[in-house]
């Protein structure tokens, strides 16, 4: 009767393959927010990071996938940015959309056109949308009209 192994665990390679994947994803975001979208490759984004495209894969698998996972930190960078901004006060909500805007604007711009060729891409779009309307309503919605004095959207 064969033994149960016992896990493997080594902290020191758990580090540094998450600081492997963190660095793989901020080659990502500087890549896909600072080139058109036609740009997007595993082998700029693993030139950037220092790493191999296999090392990309191993993290992240496919281009698509790489995308999600871009769209999750995004989504909590901007999340943590949000919440920063007092609900109750309108001057400091607005300071923190204009810095987004600021920061994201052109790019957020040319992922939309981008969108329109990749599904993954796409979702993030989407998902940016309902997390922004989401954050509008949250700290405007008091202020914001409703019923027939509401815009179309």
């Known amino acids: 009767m064969a033994r149960a192994r016992r ?3 080594s902290p020191v390679r ?22 058109p979208f036609a740009e997007f490759t595993l082998s700029r984004v693993a030139r950037d990071a220092g790493v191999t495209t296999q090392t990309v894969r191993d993290h992240f698998g496919a281009k698509d996938d790489l995308l999600r996972a ?29 810095d987004e805007y600021e920061d994201y604007g052109l790019a957020a711009a040319g992922l939309l056109v981008a969108a329109e060729h990749s599904e993954a891409l796409a979702a993030m779009v989407a998902r940016g949308r309902e997390e922004h309307r989401a954050w509008l309503e949250e700290v405007f919605g008091d202020r914001l009209p409703s019923g027939a004095d509401a815009p179309c959207t």
């Open 7 to 9: 896990p493997y665990r």
């Open 14 to 35: 758990e580090r540094t393959a998450a600081a492997t994947r963190q660095r793989i994803l901020s080659a990502a975001m500087s890549a896909l927010l600072g080139a």
């Open 70 to 98: 871009l769209a999750d930190a995004l989504s909590e960078d901007l999340g943590t940015s949000r919440r920063a901004a007092p609900a109750a006060s309108t001057a400091a909500a607005v300071g923190k959309l204009l």
